[in-house]
């Protein structure tokens, strides 16, 4: 058996285990709401549009969590805030938390 072969072999079972354990909607509500991702000081932020898989994943956790559509339409209202850096957001204390403080 050739290298090739064994390492296709190899990453067929990284690529199923990636597919079924990690692509879920709530690791894609925990991508998004780590302030260490959303805000990097790297210049790598990450620009999510509106079709991407992590922000459907997290629409989908809000619609599961939230009992009504009107709170669900303020936390998407929160989420776009979170984004943008607005209001608390975007103070001098929140930046310099998200750089330092571990989620959960």
Known sequence: MNNKTTHAKWWEIIDRRWEHTLHHDLHAAG???????????????????NASEV??????????MLDNEDRAIIACKQMHDYRLQLYHF????????????NPG
């Open 31 to 49: 991508h998004f709401f780590n302030p260490q991702y959303m805000y990097r000081t790297d210049g790598r932020n990450e620009n999510y549009d």
């Open 55 to 64: 922000l459907i994943g997290v629409k989908n956790v809000i619609k599961r």
């Open 90 to 101: 975007g103070t001098n204390t929140a930046q310099s938390a998200a750089q330092i403080l």
